[in-house]
Protein backbone atom coordinates (compact mmCIF):
# COMPACT_ATOMS: atom_id res chain seq x y z
CA UNK A 1 0.00 0.00 0.00
CA UNK A 2 2.90 2.43 1.16
CA UNK A 3 4.49 1.43 -2.41
CA UNK A 4 0.84 2.24 -4.34
CA UNK A 5 1.18 5.51 -2.76
CA UNK A 6 4.38 6.64 -3.36
CA UNK A 7 3.95 5.75 -6.93
CA UNK A 8 0.41 7.90 -7.22
CA UNK A 9 2.37 11.10 -5.87
CA UNK A 10 5.38 10.82 -8.12
CA UNK A 11 2.86 10.57 -11.07
CA UNK A 12 1.13 13.31 -9.61
CA UNK A 13 4.36 15.73 -9.68
CA UNK A 14 5.60 14.99 -13.23
CA UNK A 15 1.90 15.65 -14.48
CA UNK A 16 2.33 19.03 -11.84
CA UNK A 17 5.59 19.54 -13.43
CA UNK A 18 4.57 18.79 -17.28
CA UNK A 19 1.65 21.43 -16.52
CA UNK A 20 3.79 24.15 -15.42
CA UNK A 21 6.17 24.04 -18.13
CA UNK A 22 3.08 23.67 -20.63
CA UNK A 23 1.54 27.31 -19.05
CA UNK A 24 5.48 28.69 -18.94
CA UNK A 25 5.52 28.16 -22.69
CA UNK A 26 2.34 29.20 -23.65
CA UNK A 27 3.29 32.61 -21.09
CA UNK A 28 6.22 33.02 -23.39
CA UNK A 29 4.53 32.98 -26.18
CA UNK A 30 1.79 35.15 -25.01
CA UNK A 31 4.41 37.51 -24.31
CA UNK A 32 5.58 37.38 -27.25
CA UNK A 33 3.00 37.91 -29.10
CA UNK A 34 1.75 40.70 -26.90
CA UNK A 35 5.21 42.75 -27.03
CA UNK A 36 3.48 45.33 -28.81
CA UNK A 37 3.68 49.10 -30.23
CA UNK A 38 3.31 50.70 -26.86
CA UNK A 39 5.39 48.55 -25.52
CA UNK A 40 8.03 49.96 -28.03
CA UNK A 41 7.40 52.92 -27.69
CA UNK A 42 7.67 52.90 -23.65
CA UNK A 43 11.06 50.75 -24.27
CA UNK A 44 12.21 54.06 -26.59
CA UNK A 45 10.92 56.48 -24.55
CA UNK A 46 13.11 55.54 -21.27
CA UNK A 47 16.46 55.37 -23.70
CA UNK A 48 15.56 59.00 -24.95
CA UNK A 49 14.98 60.22 -21.47
CA UNK A 50 17.95 58.31 -20.06
CA UNK A 51 20.21 58.36 -23.10
CA UNK A 52 21.56 61.87 -22.46
CA UNK A 53 22.06 61.42 -18.53
CA UNK A 54 24.22 58.54 -19.55
CA UNK A 55 26.37 60.86 -21.73
CA UNK A 56 26.74 63.22 -19.61
CA UNK A 57 28.17 61.13 -16.73
CA UNK A 58 30.06 59.54 -19.63
CA UNK A 59 31.63 62.46 -20.50
CA UNK A 60 32.40 64.22 -17.28
CA UNK A 61 35.49 61.99 -16.96
CA UNK A 62 36.94 62.72 -20.33
CA UNK A 63 40.24 64.10 -20.49
CA UNK A 64 39.04 66.87 -23.05
CA UNK A 65 36.68 69.63 -23.10
CA UNK A 66 35.39 68.33 -26.57
CA UNK A 67 33.56 65.42 -27.38
CA UNK A 68 36.38 63.28 -28.78
CA UNK A 69 37.41 60.47 -25.57
CA UNK A 70 41.07 60.99 -25.31
CA UNK A 71 41.05 59.29 -21.88
CA UNK A 72 39.52 58.77 -18.36
CA UNK A 73 40.33 61.73 -15.93
CA UNK A 74 39.16 63.55 -12.92
CA UNK A 75 40.37 66.99 -13.93
CA UNK A 76 37.03 68.14 -13.72
CA UNK A 77 35.86 67.04 -10.42
CA UNK A 78 38.86 68.60 -9.27
CA UNK A 79 38.28 72.01 -10.99
CA UNK A 80 34.72 71.88 -9.84
CA UNK A 81 35.69 71.11 -6.05
CA UNK A 82 38.54 73.17 -5.62
CA UNK A 83 38.35 75.99 -8.73
CA UNK A 84 34.88 76.85 -9.12
CA UNK A 85 34.04 79.76 -5.84
CA UNK A 86 31.70 81.24 -8.33
CA UNK A 87 29.62 78.22 -9.01
CA UNK A 88 29.89 77.12 -5.50
CA UNK A 89 28.27 80.75 -3.83
CA UNK A 90 25.41 80.67 -6.56
CA UNK A 91 25.10 76.62 -5.37
CA UNK A 92 24.78 78.59 -2.04
CA UNK A 93 22.21 81.20 -2.86
CA UNK A 94 20.18 78.48 -4.26
CA UNK A 95 20.14 76.57 -1.81
CA UNK A 96 19.17 79.33 0.79
CA UNK A 97 16.54 81.05 -1.41
CA UNK A 98 14.83 77.36 -1.65
CA UNK A 99 15.08 76.24 1.90
CA UNK A 100 13.99 80.05 3.12
CA UNK A 101 11.48 79.95 0.40
CA UNK A 102 10.14 76.74 0.80
CA UNK A 103 9.59 76.78 4.30
CA UNK A 104 7.61 79.99 4.20
CA UNK A 105 5.72 79.20 1.67
CA UNK A 106 4.69 75.77 3.44
CA UNK A 107 3.79 77.41 6.57
CA UNK A 108 1.53 79.84 4.88
CA UNK A 109 0.04 77.31 2.19
CA UNK A 110 -0.72 74.97 5.06
CA UNK A 111 -2.55 77.60 7.45
CA UNK A 112 -4.01 78.81 4.04
CA UNK A 113 -5.09 75.27 3.57
CA UNK A 114 -6.50 74.99 6.84
CA UNK A 115 -8.38 78.12 7.26
CA UNK A 116 -10.15 77.76 3.71
CA UNK A 117 -11.43 74.16 5.08
CA UNK A 118 -12.36 74.88 8.08
CA UNK A 119 -14.27 77.86 7.79
CA UNK A 120 -16.84 79.57 5.76
CA UNK A 121 -16.67 83.12 4.77
CA UNK A 122 -17.83 85.39 1.82
CA UNK A 123 -14.66 85.30 -0.05
CA UNK A 124 -14.11 81.46 0.07
CA UNK A 125 -14.30 80.38 -3.10
CA UNK A 126 -12.56 83.55 -4.71
CA UNK A 127 -9.49 82.74 -1.90
CA UNK A 128 -9.25 79.43 -3.43
CA UNK A 129 -9.28 80.53 -7.22
CA UNK A 130 -7.01 83.25 -6.76
CA UNK A 131 -4.45 81.24 -5.19
CA UNK A 132 -4.15 78.57 -8.16
CA UNK A 133 -2.88 81.93 -10.64
CA UNK A 134 0.47 81.48 -10.02
CA UNK A 135 0.89 78.43 -10.83
CA UNK A 136 -1.39 78.05 -14.34
CA UNK A 137 -0.10 81.65 -15.15
CA UNK A 138 3.14 81.18 -18.09
CA UNK A 139 5.89 81.81 -15.84
CA UNK A 140 6.92 84.81 -18.22
CA UNK A 141 4.39 86.66 -17.27
CA UNK A 142 4.81 86.09 -13.44
CA UNK A 143 8.07 87.26 -13.72
CA UNK A 144 7.30 90.64 -15.60
CA UNK A 145 4.62 91.19 -12.94
CA UNK A 146 6.36 90.43 -10.14
CA UNK A 147 9.62 92.88 -11.80
CA UNK A 148 7.41 95.76 -12.00
CA UNK A 149 5.85 95.42 -9.04
CA UNK A 150 9.27 95.85 -7.04
CA UNK A 151 10.32 98.49 -9.28
CA UNK A 152 7.16 100.48 -8.39
CA UNK A 153 7.80 100.26 -4.41
CA UNK A 154 11.51 100.87 -4.81
CA UNK A 155 12.81 97.79 -3.60
CA UNK A 156 16.34 96.90 -5.20
CA UNK A 157 16.39 93.21 -6.76
CA UNK A 158 18.46 91.15 -5.28
CA UNK A 159 18.37 88.03 -2.74
CA UNK A 160 15.25 89.01 -1.10
CA UNK A 161 13.38 89.93 -4.60
CA UNK A 162 13.92 86.44 -4.95
CA UNK A 163 12.90 85.09 -2.12
CA UNK A 164 9.58 87.05 -2.12
CA UNK A 165 9.09 85.35 -6.00
CA UNK A 166 10.09 81.94 -5.11
CA UNK A 167 7.50 81.84 -2.11
CA UNK A 168 4.71 83.60 -4.45
CA UNK A 169 4.78 80.81 -6.99
CA UNK A 170 5.32 77.96 -4.80
CA UNK A 171 2.41 78.64 -1.87
CA UNK A 172 -0.25 77.14 -4.83
CA UNK A 173 1.73 73.87 -4.32
CA UNK A 174 1.87 73.76 -0.92
CA UNK A 175 -1.66 74.61 -0.66
CA UNK A 176 -3.06 72.51 -3.34
CA UNK A 177 -1.21 69.38 -1.48
CA UNK A 178 -2.60 69.94 1.86
CA UNK A 179 -5.77 70.68 0.94
CA UNK A 180 -5.92 67.27 -0.78
CA UNK A 181 -4.90 66.02 2.64
CA UNK A 182 -7.62 67.87 4.46
CA UNK A 183 -10.41 66.41 2.21
CA UNK A 184 -9.63 63.05 3.27
CA UNK A 185 -9.50 64.22 6.29
CA UNK A 186 -12.33 63.42 8.93
CA UNK A 187 -13.99 66.02 11.12
CA UNK A 188 -14.94 63.60 13.69
CA UNK A 189 -11.49 63.53 14.90
CA UNK A 190 -11.83 67.70 15.68
CA UNK A 191 -15.79 66.99 17.43
CA UNK A 192 -13.93 64.43 19.65
CA UNK A 193 -11.15 66.62 20.72
CA UNK A 194 -13.21 69.40 21.42
CA UNK A 195 -14.99 67.20 23.49
CA UNK A 196 -12.53 66.23 25.44
CA UNK A 197 -11.61 70.02 26.51
CA UNK A 198 -9.03 70.77 23.23
CA UNK A 199 -9.07 74.51 22.42
CA UNK A 200 -8.97 75.64 18.56
CA UNK A 201 -4.62 75.90 19.15
CA UNK A 202 -4.68 72.84 20.81
CA UNK A 203 -6.89 71.03 18.06
CA UNK A 204 -5.11 72.56 15.36
CA UNK A 205 -1.79 71.64 16.95
CA UNK A 206 -2.24 67.90 17.87
CA UNK A 207 -5.08 66.90 15.23
CA UNK A 208 -5.07 68.92 12.51
CA UNK A 209 -1.01 69.33 11.53
CA UNK A 210 -0.58 65.55 12.49
CA UNK A 211 -2.61 64.46 10.04
CA UNK A 212 -1.74 66.89 7.33
CA UNK A 213 2.24 65.73 7.86
CA UNK A 214 2.44 64.28 4.89
CA UNK A 215 0.78 66.66 2.29
CA UNK A 216 2.76 69.25 4.49
CA UNK A 217 6.25 67.40 3.21
CA UNK A 218 4.78 66.69 -0.28
CA UNK A 219 4.30 70.29 -0.87
CA UNK A 220 7.81 71.76 0.93
CA UNK A 221 10.22 69.09 -1.07
CA UNK A 222 8.20 70.34 -4.11
CA UNK A 223 8.46 74.01 -3.49
CA UNK A 224 12.32 73.18 -2.87
CA UNK A 225 12.41 71.34 -6.18
CA UNK A 226 10.55 74.06 -7.68
CA UNK A 227 12.54 77.04 -6.46
CA UNK A 228 16.16 75.07 -7.23
CA UNK A 229 15.19 75.03 -10.92
CA UNK A 230 13.12 77.66 -11.73
CA UNK A 231 15.26 80.28 -13.95
CA UNK A 232 12.68 82.61 -16.11
CA UNK A 233 11.30 83.89 -12.84
CA UNK A 234 14.49 84.06 -11.57
CA UNK A 235 15.95 85.88 -14.27
CA UNK A 236 13.93 88.70 -14.27
CA UNK A 237 13.86 89.68 -10.36
CA UNK A 238 17.55 88.95 -9.68
CA UNK A 239 19.89 91.57 -9.31
CA UNK A 240 24.02 91.85 -8.81
CA UNK A 241 25.52 89.53 -6.62
CA UNK A 242 22.42 86.98 -6.02
CA UNK A 243 23.33 84.73 -9.27
CA UNK A 244 21.56 81.48 -8.55
CA UNK A 245 22.85 78.07 -10.31
CA UNK A 246 20.21 77.90 -13.05
CA UNK A 247 21.19 81.86 -13.83
CA UNK A 248 25.41 80.33 -13.36
CA UNK A 249 24.79 77.60 -15.56
CA UNK A 250 22.97 79.43 -18.40
CA UNK A 251 25.76 82.14 -18.32
CA UNK A 252 28.42 79.19 -18.44
CA UNK A 253 26.81 77.02 -21.41
CA UNK A 254 26.57 80.32 -23.61
CA UNK A 255 30.04 79.82 -24.90
CA UNK A 256 30.07 75.76 -24.64
CA UNK A 257 29.52 73.19 -22.53
CA UNK A 258 31.99 73.19 -19.44
CA UNK A 259 33.11 69.65 -18.18
CA UNK A 260 32.63 71.01 -15.09
CA UNK A 261 28.97 71.58 -15.31
CA UNK A 262 29.19 67.80 -16.12
CA UNK A 263 30.83 66.77 -13.02
CA UNK A 264 28.23 69.17 -10.88
CA UNK A 265 24.93 67.57 -12.98
CA UNK A 266 26.80 64.20 -11.65
CA UNK A 267 26.79 65.22 -8.33
CA UNK A 268 23.51 66.61 -7.93
CA UNK A 269 22.13 63.51 -9.69
CA UNK A 270 23.64 61.12 -6.76
CA UNK A 271 22.32 63.59 -4.40
CA UNK A 272 19.15 63.29 -5.76
CA UNK A 273 19.22 59.98 -6.03
CA UNK A 274 20.12 59.16 -2.38
CA UNK A 275 17.92 61.67 -1.29
CA UNK A 276 14.73 60.76 -2.51
CA UNK A 277 15.51 57.22 -1.26
CA UNK A 278 15.92 58.47 1.89
CA UNK A 279 12.51 60.79 2.05
CA UNK A 280 10.71 57.88 0.58
CA UNK A 281 11.94 55.70 3.67
CA UNK A 282 11.00 58.22 5.53
CA UNK A 283 7.43 58.57 4.08
CA UNK A 284 7.05 54.95 4.38
CA UNK A 285 8.07 55.50 8.38
CA UNK A 286 4.88 58.29 9.08
CA UNK A 287 2.62 56.72 6.35
CA UNK A 288 3.04 53.36 8.64
CA UNK A 289 2.50 55.12 11.82
Known amino acids: MMIKNIVHNIITSLRVGQNQGEAARHARRAYRRNFSLSQTVFIATLVFLFLPLFVLVLYSFNASKGMNWTGFSLIWYERLFFQSRGLWQAFRNSILIAATSAITATVLGTLGAIGVNWYRFRLRN ?164
Open 126 to 289: YVQTISFLPMILPEIIVGVSLALFFAGIGLDLGLLTIFIAHTTFNLPFVFLMVMARLDEFDFAIIEAARDLGANEIQTLLSVTIPVCIPGIISGFLTAVTISLEDFVITSFVSGPGSTTLPLFIYSAIRIGVSPVINALSVVMILGTVLLTYLLRNFLKYIAAK
